[in-house]
Structures are given as C-alpha cells and as structure tokens.
C-alpha cells in the first residue's frame, strides 16, 4: 500500500520534469534550453547575484490527533516535544526543497476496559525525509505592492522514513508492563507530511518561522496500542487498543518555531526575492526618466539622414533626396541622380544634364 502510494505521488513529478523547450541550434552553450529567445547566456556559479543555501533549526511540542490512543483525553492535553534541522535549497525564487531529520515524543491515552483502567502511551520517534516549499506570498504579491516584504506564508508537503519506538502500560495483566512495538528507519517505514509556515525576515542572515505540519503514519502500531491483528505472531495476543478506532494510520501534528540561517556570500537570498515587484520597479523608474538614444554612433558625415554604420553612399551631394541605404535617388535610372537630372522621369545623357537629345 505504502509503495503503491510512494509511485502515486512520484508520477506527477516525472511527467513534469520532462524539457520540451527547444535546444538552442548554436552550439555555443550545449548545456543551456532555450524558447528561441536571443538573450541567452551560459548559467554557473558566478553568475549567480543570490544566495539559495540555508540551514533551519526549530522545536515545538508533538500531539497525537487521529489514533486509538490519544494526547487529548481526559479534557487534558497531553504535550508532546519534537526538533528539527534542515538542510534547505531554493530552487526558485517561489519553490524549494529541504533535507530535514526529525526525532520526538508523543504521549497519548485511551480507555478500552474501565476494568484496565487508562491506558497510559508514548511513542519516540525519529525521521528522515524530503520537502518541498512553495512560497504562497511570492506566487500571489501583487505587482503594484510595493510595501516591504518581510512576511512569507510557505506551504509544505513531503515524504521520508521514520522509526519509533512506542510503549503501553495500563493496570491489566494481559501483557507486561509496559508493552512496546518497535519499528525500525527502514524501506517499509514511508511516511507522508503536509503542512503550513509563516515565516518573518528578521535579517539578511536570518529568518524566524512559525511552522505546523501534519503527519500520516500509514501505521496502526504508531500510538502505541500494539500490533495489528494481520500482524500478529504466534506468540503475541490480540491488542485491544487497536480496536477502539477503526482506521489503518495514527496521524499526528507538530507545531514549532524555528529560525533559518541563511548561507552564502550575496546580500539577498532568492527565497525573499520577488522578480514581479523588481519589473514593477524598474518599469516605474523608466517612465520617470527621459531617455536620450545616441541612434548613430559613427555620424552622419554627409547629413543625409542615413547613419554611417548603414550608409551605403558616405558623399551623397547635399540636398540629394536619398533611399533607405543613404544612396542617392535617380529615377529614370540614367545615371544623373535627380539633383542634377533636369528631365527626372525621362532617360537621358548625363553630358545633356540627364535629358535626351532632340533629332
């Protein structure tokens, strides 16, 4: 089930990682796409005017939500803790990814007998995955909003592994005391995450995050309530606690607060660049600027209106109306340019000032 998922969520990225831009026909960048624009320019390290590399650490408390065993029981809210620290790359200016380990605790309770009593629970955990960042605010700031951007509202969805221990007791005698289940950080412990952050630019070095993400196990064992009835060996008894709710996954929340240190030698970091705002800017500047274009660098020497760069005919006689080349015009194509061509629209002899002469 968990792998079938796994291929589910992968297949959207596959489809949208396929290029089907153009490969630029010059060969002089093999490694560049390009949609026919002549603005091309090889890309590297140099190039690069941000920084896109930073490091997130944060902590928060852990609640179980949707299991057997709950951290809302009793009209009381058993807390939990949970930290983290990620390694985070910007890929763009709206979107990026983080390598993120995780580790915590959750404490829950639920009641299957009065005559157990409360079954007291806690489970350990620790995790590796992979996230993704959209940042909302960058998608939808408005063009015209020149204020200053210093909150960010980011969503977060991903994948990863996780191991846990989790433990049971209660005033039964039906198992010892506490009971535990253990998984182990491996292939078949996939878990999926989603979930939302605000973040605020203290600096240019340094972001502080509010962060709330919401976790789907995929396992029935993670509350603590002992093993499934499918997975039971034969030397274990049927577990009770995974019969009060009828569902194949506890799922849990965390809720943090984190800082981000951003890395790298430039002043801004891409994460907080808006490239909508930075046309919107330059657009303003230009309209507000007159603009005095130098159209013919190497002059005009003969004053015809025809740039050197183009002109075709850098001596054309002054007053001689000329073509878009800067070549003098003669119309009757006789050789005597209409300056000089006393019979414009009739070939003649130049000796005769470009008329013909009379029999």
Known sequence: MKLSLLALFALPIAIYSQDNLKVNSNHEYPNTFSSESSDIHKFDNKSRVFNDWSISVGGGTALMQSADLTSFYGNKVNWGWNAYVSLDKQI???FGVSLQYQQGQTNQK???KPSWG???AWTKYKQISVLGDINFSNLLRRVDNRSPYRWA???YAGIGLEGYDAYLKDDSRRW???DTVNQNLDIASFFYQGGVGLKYKISKLVDIE???MYIMT???EFDGGGWTTSMLKQDYTDYPYNQIVKNSSDNYFTINLGLTFKLGKHDPHLTWFDPLQNIGYRAMLLSKKSIDLDVCQSGDKDNDSVCDDWDRQLDTPAGA????SGVALDMDLDGVIDLYDKCVTVPGLKENDGCPINR
Not at 321 to 324: E, F, I, K, L, T
């Open 218 to 220: 995929g396992d029935d």
């Open 210 to 212: 509010a962060r709330a």
């Open 153 to 155: 509202l980011h969503g």
């Open 118 to 120: 409360v079954g007291v």
């Open 110 to 112: 639920g009641m299957y």
């Open 92 to 94: 763009t200016h709206s």
């Open 321 to 324: 109306r000329v073509d878009g």
């Open 176 to 178: 010892n005391n506490p």
